[in-house]
Structures are given as C-alpha cells and as structure tokens.
C-alpha cells in the first residue's frame, strides 16, 4: 500500500459541490489501494475576505490575532472535506495544522516549518483514516498558531509528504499542469509532461503561481516527486522531480513572468566603501526584500544604484530609503512602480552560447526597451515595462520554438 499527500488549492474547493467532487477523487485514490493524507486551501477567497474583514476592524490588527483569523479558513474546509467523506462512507478525520504536527518559528504571516511531529497522523492512518490536513497554518513552540505566508498549503503539503516518507505530493488546483509559458496569454503554450525541480522552482520565483517555490524547494531537498494536475479533469497534469534529462537539446523549457516589479535608482551616489551596506541593512531589517541590484560604473567617485523590489513593497521602501539617500549625499532617488518580468528557463541553457543574444534580439524586434537583466546558470530575467510583458511573452514563446518533443 502506497503513502500519497494530495493538496487541493482554493478554487478546488470553493463551495459545497466542487468539495463533493473533491472527495470523490481523495476516495478513489483510496479504493485504488493508498493510505491518503490530504491537504486542503481555504474556500475560494475565503483568505482574502478574512484579511479585509479584519482590516475594517483595524487599520494594524496583532500579528498573533491575524494568524489566528486566517488559519480559520483552512480549518472549515478541512471538516467539510471529513463530512463529505463521511458521507459517502469513507473513515476521514480533518486536523488543524497544530494537531498534525506542523512546528512551526513565530514569525507570524510568515512563520517557516521547523519541524513535522507526525504521531498523531501516523496514529489515524494505522486507524484506518484518510487525514486531512489544513494547510497554510502551523504551531509555535509555545502553541500560538501562526501561517505560512500566502500560498503555504503547497509547502504544508510537501513538509508532510517528505515526513511521512510519500511516494509523491500531488497537487491539485485549477489549470492541468505547469505550462510552457502562462496559456492566458499564449494559446499554443503546451502543459509539460515533465520539468525539473530547480527549473520549477526558477519557474515559481519569478512568476509561475501555480506552485510555491519553497514547497519546490522543499520537494528537491527531500527527493519528493511532485504532481501538478487539475482537480476537474483527469489529464497527466506535470510531475516535477530530479531524474529529467539535464541537457534536452539546448531547450528553453518555460518562460515565466509577472507584473509586480518595482524599482527604485539612486542616482549620484558617492562610490566608497559601506555604501551598499548603508542602504540594504535598513530595507532588509523592514523586510523588504530586493531582488535585481546594478550599480553602474563609477564616474569621478560618483555612481547610480538601481534595485527591485516587489510592487507592494515599493512605497515601504522608498520610505526607507529616501532619507537615507540625503544623508548620504546622493543627488536624487526615483521609483518606477509599472516594471514586469519576462524570464526564459531551462536547464538546457546551461553552458550554451547564444540564448541571451537571441533572447535580447527577439525584444528588440519588438521595439522593447530592457531596463535591467538577472540571469542565473539555467535563467535569464529581463525587466520591461508592465505593459509590454505579455508582448514579450508571446515573441519568446514563438522565438525559442517550445513545445514538447
Ligand atoms: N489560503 C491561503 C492563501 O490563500 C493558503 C493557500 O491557499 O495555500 O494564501
Ligand atoms: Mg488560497
């Protein structure tokens, strides 16, 4: 008998009949003979709407509070999942994220798993039980609930799949797999059978929603096969592990994106020692966190400094770094809060010559001005203006030929 996690998103289960459906496919993976372990989401935007309700209470609710409220979600849908079960005569019992054992640090909104305790989920399989989980949500040392950070049910349920020792962590959510770029924008883009994992968790970072990238993360450390798959349709969906061919043939295998960057350039900056440290300690210790950082080429002890930050981190920032830039003497500091990102990725590109060239030409095909490059061994990130990303995404797709062999 196999040990198998399964992981349904939101919109898997956002009302009553989609969670009937649901356990109808958790109850077929039983009679197919495996112990099951589920994770489940919150309802549709039931998240969402639990952030807004409290903010019309306060303008800053307590940390502690706040996690309290969200982990609520989570916990209704796993009881209506046990119900349903239930009902269709199937022995279930839905735990909050406490009670399976999920520790977790304190650091509410964004508390990171320590450790996985399984007793008590050990304890209800031998039981006879399918268990599920609430995901997102876990416990302090001192039994405070805390969550995950938004999207933390994908790493609740590769954190218990890799504790439990699964044969593989599928997740189920609203489109069939990991696509070859986002099929919104580009029709032709195909779901891939496969992918890598440190391709995936390139994919996650810089756009893919599909998946999170620390449960990415996560499944690579753990050597945990992950299944991306819809919970409506009964396609392969796209299984992420570490045994995919390294080198297909020089292939791009994905092209990501998003539209949530920002920027901020401090320009005329004094070029000396402890500047960089000057203005990146402060934004880190607000928790911002910087992503691409250039900083051009000094002219007589003078440079500029450009950065990135997330869109909803760009005003934070600027508050932080604004004053810090007159204190330093810098001639002026200047945001952009409509930046996007277009990256290319593949394992394929490692070593090979030729892919930023053609990548850079496609663009200028198209009359798209980069503003700035990140690259890594298997990516290369430009950043463009918001409104010309999808553009971008559709020439790429077309320029680097993607489709599956
Ligand atoms: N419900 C949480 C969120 O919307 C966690 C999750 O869906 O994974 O972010
Ligand atoms: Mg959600």
Known sequence: MALIVQKYGGSSVADAEKIKNVAGRIARARDEGNEVVVVVSAMGDTTDELIELAYQISENPDSRELDVLLSTGEVVSSTLLAMSLHVMGYPAISLSGAQAGIRTDSAYSRARILQVEPKRVVRELEKGNIVIVAG????????????????????????????????????YTDVEGVYSADPRLVPEAECLAEIHYE?????????????????????????????????????????????????????????????????????????????????????????????????????????????????????????????????????????????????????????????AARMFSTLSEKNINIQLITTSEIRITCIINADEVKEAVRALHRAFEIEEE
């Open 136 to 171: 997102f949500q876990g416990m302090t040392e001192d039994m405070d609930v805390t969550t995950l950070g938004r999207g933390g049910s994908d790493t609740t349920a590769v954190a218990l799949a890799a504790t439990l020792g699964a044969e593989v962590c599928q997740i």
């Open 199 to 355: 391709e995936m968790l390139e994919l996650a970072t810089y756009g893919a929603k599909v998946l999170h990238p620390r449960a990415v993360e996560l499944g690579e450390l753990f050597h945990i096969p992950i299944l991306v798959a819809s919970s409506f349709t009964d396609n392969p969906g796209t299984l992420i592990h570490g045994g995919v061919a390294m080198e297909v043939r020089n292939k791009v295998r994905s092209i990501a994106h998003n539209l949530n960057r920002g920027k901020i350039t401090v320009v005329g900056v004094p070029d000396r020692p402890g500047i960089a440290a000057t203005i990146f300690e402060p934004l880190a210790k607000a928790g911002v966190s910087v992503d691409t950082i250039v900083q051009n080429a000094s002219m007589q002890g003078i440079t500029d400094l450009t950065f990135t930050v997330f869109k909803s981190d760009l005003a934070r920032a600027m508050e932080v770094v604004k004053p810090i830039a007159t204190q330093i003497g810098a001639r002026e500091c200047a945001s952009d809060d409509k930046l996007g990102e277009v990256s290319i990725i593949g394992t394929g590109m490692q070593n090979t010559p030729g892919f």
